[in-house]
Protein backbone atom coordinates (compact mmCIF):
# COMPACT_ATOMS: atom_id res chain seq x y z
CA UNK A 1 0.00 0.00 0.00
CA UNK A 2 1.04 3.58 -0.98
CA UNK A 3 1.01 6.09 1.67
CA UNK A 4 -2.70 7.45 0.53
CA UNK A 5 -4.14 3.87 0.69
CA UNK A 6 -3.00 3.76 3.96
CA UNK A 7 -4.08 6.81 4.94
CA UNK A 8 -7.93 5.72 3.07
CA UNK A 9 -7.99 2.78 4.50
CA UNK A 10 -7.59 3.77 8.54
CA UNK A 11 -9.86 6.20 7.64
CA UNK A 12 -12.50 3.72 6.08
CA UNK A 13 -12.52 1.90 9.54
CA UNK A 14 -13.53 4.94 11.57
CA UNK A 15 -17.12 4.80 9.42
CA UNK A 16 -20.30 3.41 11.12
CA UNK A 17 -23.39 1.85 9.51
CA UNK A 18 -25.79 4.36 8.39
CA UNK A 19 -23.55 7.38 8.12
CA UNK A 20 -23.89 10.19 5.56
CA UNK A 21 -20.32 11.20 5.29
CA UNK A 22 -18.84 13.54 2.61
CA UNK A 23 -15.36 13.12 1.58
CA UNK A 24 -13.20 15.64 0.04
CA UNK A 25 -11.23 16.10 -2.84
CA UNK A 26 -7.72 14.50 -3.47
CA UNK A 27 -7.43 11.38 -0.47
CA UNK A 28 -10.14 11.46 1.28
CA UNK A 29 -12.21 10.37 -2.08
CA UNK A 30 -10.24 7.33 -1.90
CA UNK A 31 -11.93 6.17 1.23
CA UNK A 32 -14.78 4.93 -0.66
CA UNK A 33 -12.75 2.20 -1.60
CA UNK A 34 -12.45 0.84 2.29
CA UNK A 35 -15.49 0.42 2.96
CA UNK A 36 -16.57 -2.85 4.43
CA UNK A 37 -18.89 -4.76 2.63
CA UNK A 38 -21.31 -5.10 5.82
CA UNK A 39 -21.19 -0.99 6.41
CA UNK A 40 -23.93 0.76 4.29
CA UNK A 41 -22.57 4.07 4.24
CA UNK A 42 -23.74 7.04 2.74
CA UNK A 43 -21.75 10.07 0.69
CA UNK A 44 -23.21 13.03 0.19
CA UNK A 45 -21.42 15.47 -2.30
CA UNK A 46 -21.89 19.57 -1.72
CA UNK A 47 -22.65 19.72 -5.63
CA UNK A 48 -25.90 18.48 -4.77
CA UNK A 49 -26.11 14.37 -4.49
CA UNK A 50 -27.08 12.16 -1.67
CA UNK A 51 -25.81 8.69 -2.62
CA UNK A 52 -23.08 9.42 -4.52
CA UNK A 53 -21.15 6.47 -6.32
CA UNK A 54 -17.45 5.72 -7.40
CA UNK A 55 -16.74 6.58 -10.85
CA UNK A 56 -17.50 3.30 -12.76
CA UNK A 57 -16.59 4.49 -16.69
CA UNK A 58 -19.56 5.30 -17.68
CA UNK A 59 -20.46 8.18 -19.85
CA UNK A 60 -23.13 9.82 -17.00
CA UNK A 61 -21.66 13.36 -16.83
CA UNK A 62 -21.64 12.87 -13.11
CA UNK A 63 -18.71 14.38 -11.08
CA UNK A 64 -18.26 14.87 -7.64
CA UNK A 65 -17.58 18.28 -5.55
CA UNK A 66 -13.58 17.92 -6.96
CA UNK A 67 -14.95 18.03 -10.56
CA UNK A 68 -13.91 13.73 -10.87
CA UNK A 69 -16.34 11.40 -12.43
CA UNK A 70 -18.18 9.66 -10.32
CA UNK A 71 -22.03 7.83 -10.01
CA UNK A 72 -24.73 7.78 -8.14
CA UNK A 73 -25.93 4.43 -6.22
CA UNK A 74 -29.55 3.04 -6.43
CA UNK A 75 -31.70 5.26 -3.97
CA UNK A 76 -29.61 7.98 -4.39
CA UNK A 77 -31.21 11.50 -5.69
CA UNK A 78 -29.81 14.82 -7.21
CA UNK A 79 -30.34 18.08 -4.96
CA UNK A 80 -29.86 21.78 -5.49
CA UNK A 81 -26.73 23.48 -3.58
CA UNK A 82 -29.35 25.23 -1.30
CA UNK A 83 -30.65 21.85 -0.08
CA UNK A 84 -27.64 19.86 0.22
CA UNK A 85 -25.57 22.92 2.30
CA UNK A 86 -28.42 22.56 4.34
CA UNK A 87 -27.28 19.47 5.10
CA UNK A 88 -24.35 20.54 6.30
CA UNK A 89 -24.86 23.53 7.66
CA UNK A 90 -28.11 21.65 9.74
CA UNK A 91 -25.80 19.49 11.49
CA UNK A 92 -26.78 16.33 9.08
CA UNK A 93 -23.50 15.50 7.60
CA UNK A 94 -22.37 12.49 10.47
CA UNK A 95 -18.87 12.69 9.31
CA UNK A 96 -16.29 14.71 6.93
CA UNK A 97 -13.10 14.09 5.81
CA UNK A 98 -10.84 17.02 4.48
CA UNK A 99 -7.55 17.47 3.35
CA UNK A 100 -5.18 20.13 4.91
CA UNK A 101 -1.87 21.93 4.12
CA UNK A 102 -1.13 22.59 7.78
CA UNK A 103 -3.36 21.68 10.87
CA UNK A 104 -2.39 22.39 14.80
CA UNK A 105 -2.40 21.28 18.25
CA UNK A 106 -5.40 22.57 18.95
CA UNK A 107 -7.13 21.28 15.96
CA UNK A 108 -7.34 24.07 13.86
CA UNK A 109 -7.30 23.77 9.83
CA UNK A 110 -5.37 25.35 7.05
CA UNK A 111 -6.12 24.31 3.86
CA UNK A 112 -7.24 26.76 1.17
CA UNK A 113 -4.20 29.02 0.68
CA UNK A 114 -0.95 27.67 -0.98
CA UNK A 115 2.02 30.33 -0.73
CA UNK A 116 2.72 31.35 -4.68
CA UNK A 117 -0.07 29.89 -6.23
CA UNK A 118 -3.31 30.81 -7.13
CA UNK A 119 -6.38 28.62 -5.66
CA UNK A 120 -9.79 29.19 -5.93
CA UNK A 121 -10.42 29.10 -2.44
CA UNK A 122 -12.29 26.83 0.62
CA UNK A 123 -15.07 25.91 -1.08
CA UNK A 124 -17.17 24.01 1.03
CA UNK A 125 -14.61 23.32 3.06
CA UNK A 126 -15.33 25.92 5.83
CA UNK A 127 -19.09 24.96 6.14
CA UNK A 128 -18.09 21.32 6.87
CA UNK A 129 -15.75 21.48 9.18
CA UNK A 130 -18.25 23.25 11.56
CA UNK A 131 -21.27 21.56 10.11
CA UNK A 132 -20.64 17.97 11.01
CA UNK A 133 -20.42 16.23 13.29
CA UNK A 134 -16.87 14.96 13.43
CA UNK A 135 -13.98 15.94 11.54
CA UNK A 136 -10.83 13.92 10.05
CA UNK A 137 -7.83 15.29 8.34
CA UNK A 138 -6.56 13.14 5.45
CA UNK A 139 -2.85 14.17 5.00
CA UNK A 140 0.80 13.18 4.49
CA UNK A 141 2.71 13.72 7.44
CA UNK A 142 5.01 15.79 6.02
CA UNK A 143 5.29 18.24 2.90
CA UNK A 144 8.87 16.54 1.57
CA UNK A 145 10.13 16.54 4.77
CA UNK A 146 8.17 20.13 5.87
CA UNK A 147 6.54 19.65 9.13
CA UNK A 148 2.79 19.93 8.69
CA UNK A 149 1.23 19.17 12.25
CA UNK A 150 2.16 22.42 14.09
CA UNK A 151 1.61 24.11 17.45
CA UNK A 152 -0.12 26.61 15.73
CA UNK A 153 -0.88 27.05 11.60
CA UNK A 154 0.90 29.63 10.12
CA UNK A 155 -1.36 29.85 7.05
CA UNK A 156 -4.79 31.23 7.10
CA UNK A 157 -6.97 29.48 9.05
CA UNK A 158 -10.19 27.69 7.58
CA UNK A 159 -11.42 26.52 10.53
CA UNK A 160 -10.35 27.29 14.58
CA UNK A 161 -10.35 24.32 16.60
CA UNK A 162 -12.52 21.92 14.38
CA UNK A 163 -10.74 18.50 13.69
CA UNK A 164 -11.09 15.48 15.52
CA UNK A 165 -9.29 13.37 14.06
CA UNK A 166 -5.40 13.62 11.96
CA UNK A 167 -4.53 10.55 9.97
CA UNK A 168 -1.45 10.02 8.15
CA UNK A 169 0.61 7.17 6.41
CA UNK A 170 2.75 7.47 9.84
CA UNK A 171 0.30 7.97 12.83
CA UNK A 172 -3.38 8.45 13.79
CA UNK A 173 -3.79 11.58 16.39
CA UNK A 174 -6.89 12.67 18.14
CA UNK A 175 -7.63 16.24 19.28
CA UNK A 176 -8.95 16.77 22.70
CA UNK A 177 -9.29 19.69 24.92
CA UNK A 178 -6.07 18.66 26.69
CA UNK A 179 -3.83 18.36 23.74
CA UNK A 180 -3.39 16.16 20.41
CA UNK A 181 -2.94 12.63 21.67
CA UNK A 182 -0.56 9.80 19.68
CA UNK A 183 -3.13 7.29 19.12
CA UNK A 184 -1.78 4.56 16.76
CA UNK A 185 1.91 4.45 14.79
CA UNK A 186 2.37 2.66 11.67
CA UNK A 187 4.65 -0.38 12.19
CA UNK A 188 7.29 0.98 9.46
CA UNK A 189 8.04 3.66 12.00
CA UNK A 190 8.71 4.21 15.75
CA UNK A 191 7.41 6.70 17.78
CA UNK A 192 10.63 8.50 18.07
CA UNK A 193 10.02 9.00 14.22
CA UNK A 194 6.79 10.51 13.93
CA UNK A 195 7.83 13.12 17.29
CA UNK A 196 11.02 13.84 14.71
CA UNK A 197 8.65 15.18 11.96
CA UNK A 198 6.18 16.67 14.27
CA UNK A 199 6.15 19.84 15.70
CA UNK A 200 3.12 19.69 17.75
CA UNK A 201 3.11 18.54 20.89
CA UNK A 202 1.98 14.55 20.92
CA UNK A 203 0.38 13.73 24.35
CA UNK A 204 1.75 9.82 24.53
CA UNK A 205 0.42 7.38 26.61
CA UNK A 206 -0.51 3.95 25.10
CA UNK A 207 0.16 3.73 21.69
CA UNK A 208 -0.97 0.87 19.44
CA UNK A 209 -0.17 0.08 15.68
CA UNK A 210 -2.05 1.76 13.36
CA UNK A 211 -4.71 -0.70 12.39
CA UNK A 212 -6.26 -1.24 8.58
CA UNK A 213 -2.79 -1.53 6.91
CA UNK A 214 -2.51 -4.76 5.35
Request: hydrophobic share 45%.
Amino acid sequence: MDDKQIIASRIALELNDGDLVNLGIGIPTLVANYVPEDKKVIFQSENGIIGLGPDKGEDNQIVNAGGMKASINRGGAFIDSATSFTFIRGGHIDMTVLGALEVDQEGSIASWIIPGKLVPGMGGAMDLVTGAKKVIIAMRHTNRGEVKILKKCRLPLTAYKQANLIVTEMAVMRVEEDGLHLLEVNPQYSIEDVVKVTEAELIIGEVLAMKGIE
